[in-house]
């Protein structure tokens, strides 16, 4: 049987999340194999530490949830967070300019953030959120994979190591299957993370069929607890 386990980030990013919720949260993911664990930056230190004598990685969010602010200061965040010990970013893109299918200044962004980080921790993973769902809303077919395509361009120049749907918090909405296979389409040698909505098992595997190699839930537990009474191979 597949296991999902090991594709899961299993993640906590709500406003009012705390210490104890992300530390529960690593409980979570050492015991059910999880890749990583996904918290706000206030707590990558404290899941460093927690996670050291495990194989699951350290994953922290910049410019989170709007992606709003200057690159340098998504660069600044990113390379605070991989001293304090992430092994991993999920870094949210400046949506109007992937709107706009201008990917060479997405490109100028991402490559700004990976430069930094990477400045730090070489090897450090890196996942921009594109919010797919906003990129594909009262879009007509060919501008919506025309978006999509261009942000993965951007991210593939930059040399970004996943593009990844969601932040779940845009009104537009999460991950969807649609999304997802217009990534991998155009993702070329990255990867493709989907994220936002995934609450059930079979919403992961629906994610994964599309071509989605990591996932980002908040529902982790519950999915792979599911999984054990699923047929079809997972």
């Given at each position: 049987m597949f296991n999902i386990a090991p594709l899961i980030d299993h993640t906590i990013l709500k406003a009012e999340a705390t210490r104890d919720d992300a530390m529960r949260l690593c409980?979570?993911?050492?015991?059910?194999?999880?890749?990583?664990?996904?918290?706000?930056?206030?707590?990558?230190?404290?899941v460093r530490e927690k996670l050291a004598n495990s194989t699951v990685k350290t994953c922290a969010v910049a410019g989170f949830p709007l992606g709003?602010?200057?690159?340098?200061i998504k660069?600044?965040?990113?390379?605070?967070?991989?001293?304090?010990g992430a092994d991993e970013v999920d870094f949210v893109a400046h949506l109007p300019t992937l709107?706009?299918?201008?990917?060479?200044a997405a490109r100028a962004e991402f490559a700004e953030l990976a430069k930094a980080a990477r400045s730090v921790l070489p090897g450090v993973v890196i996942k921009?959120?594109?919010?797919?769902?906003?990129?594909?809303?009262?879009?007509?077919?060919?501008?919506?994979?025309?978006?999509?395509?261009a942000a993965c361009q951007a991210a593939?120049?930059?040399?970004?190591d996943f593009v990844k749907t969601s932040t779940g918090f845009h009104p537009a909405g999460g991950a969807s299957v649609k999304a997802?296979?217009?990534?991998?389409k155009h993702a070329g040698p990255m990867k493709v993370k989907?994220?936002?909505?995934?609450?059930?098992?079979?919403?992961?595997?629906?994610?994964?069929?599309?071509?989605?190699?990591?996932?980002g839930c908040s529902a982790g537990v519950q999915i792979v607890s599911g999984q054990g009474e699923a047929a079809s191979g997972y």
């Open positions: 409980d979570e993911a050492i015991q059910h194999g999880f890749a990583s664990v996904c918290v706000n930056g206030i707590f990558v230190k404290d709003a602010m200057k690159p340098m660069a600044i965040e990113a390379t605070s967070l991989v001293k304090d709107l706009a299918c201008d990917a060479e921009v959120i594109i919010e797919s769902a906003a990129l594909m809303k009262d879009a007509d077919e060919a501008l919506c994979e025309q978006r999509i395509a593939q120049a930059a040399g970004i997802v296979t217009l990534m991998k989907a994220s936002g909505g995934i609450r059930t098992l079979e919403d992961a595997k629906q994610m994964i069929d599309a071509g989605a190699d990591r996932l």
